[in-house]
């Protein structure tokens, strides 16, 4: 069973706005990561939130978690076609050294 | 920097054929898994490895088996392929669990 549910599924959005998407887990966890997937390649790692922080920055990217509500969001401010790609949300909840990826937003930023 | 090496980058196989799949991490990281990811579906994790030893396992079908060995780099071993193990297949590295994971850039492999 999947640990992340992730929402939207799709996002599609002009240059130049900001692009939120969701992710919401089902068991305790230690941190939550996001990754990003160009087409086809490998996942890139983007930022890591432990489950004591409630928002964390990085560059353009703003996350944030709420452990009470399960759930984590990502933002990515002034939005740029190259920040086209599918976006995963990932928790530690499968163990130690077993992360488990949710379902995935996939984003189209048009110029 | 280095990264996570993966080869073969494509990878054609029949029916009932075996592929094996190999990974280098990136040095110096203790820990390396190995995922699937389906067409349009999130990455399925398979196995880990902690210190060349099992550490998790996750979906991995009994037809598959990993190892890493003394110099660290990892490989997956299929049998008996079926259509359905048509997939991308990544590796992963870590310096220690709860660490950002390094992908590779995946082995695509295609089952006919």
């Known amino acids: 069973s999947q640990q992340g549910e992730e929402d939207p599924q799709a996002l599609s959005i002009q240059e130049g706005e900001n692009a939120t998407m969701n992710c919401s887990y089902k068991t305790s966890i230690n941190n939550l990561q996001w990754y990003r997937q160009n087409s086809g390649r490998g996942l890139v790692h983007l930022i890591l939130i432990r489950s004591n922080e409630r928002e964390k920055h990085s560059g353009r990217l703003r996350v944030t978690l709420d452990t009470s509500k399960k759930s984590s969001s990502l933002l990515i401010t002034a939005s740029r076609a190259a920040d086209t790609a599918s976006y995963f949300c990932?928790?530690?909840?499968?163990?130690?050294?077993?992360?488990?990826f949710g379902t995935g937003t996939r984003l189209l930023v048009s110029p | 920097a280095a990264g996570v090496i993966q080869s073969p980058r494509h990878l054609i196989k029949e029916k009932r054929e075996t592929a094996t799949l190999k990974c280098y991490p990136i040095?110096?990281?203790?820990?390396v898994y190995w995922y699937q990811q389906g067409p349009g579906q999130d990455p399925q994790f398979l196995i880990s490895f902690y210190e060349k030893m099992q550490s998790d396992k996750g979906s991995i079908p009994d037809r598959f088996s990993a190892q890493q060995f003394s110099d660290y780099h990892s490989e997956l071993n299929m049998s008996s392929l079926e259509l359905g193990d048509s997939a991308l297949y990544f590796c992963?590295?870590?310096?220690?669990?709860?660490?950002?994971?390094?992908f590779g850039n995946g082995t695509r492999l295609t089952v006919t």
């Open positions: 990932a928790t530690d909840a499968g163990g130690f050294q077993k992360l488990v």
């Open positions: 992963a590295s870590s310096q220690a669990g709860n660490s950002p994971l390094h």
């Open positions: 040095p110096r990281h203790d820990t």
